[in-house]
């Protein structure tokens, strides 16, 4: 009885320290050599790769967005 309780308790635990995904970015528009991504904090743009189109979910480049 003891171990279950200490196993069910261990689960909860580690349910509770589970981190939300990051944010998802879409790219809004591509032109020559860059794209505008929309990400939660505003509108940022990053230099066009080969395989990049419009409408195309990328990781959310945070680092780019300017403090506010």
Do not use: N, S
Not at 33 to 57: F, N, S
């Amino acid at each position: 009885m003891i171990i279950f309780t200490m196993t069910l308790l261990a689960v909860v635990v580690a349910e509770a320290y589970d981190a939300p995904a990051p944010p998802r970015c879409v790219i809004d528009v591509c032109e020559e050599k860059l794209c505008a991504v929309e990400t939660p904090e505003g509108t940022v743009h990053i230099e066009r790769k080969p395989h990049y189109e419009e409408g195309m979910p990328i990781a959310c480049p945070l680092w780019l967005v300017e403090p506010t």
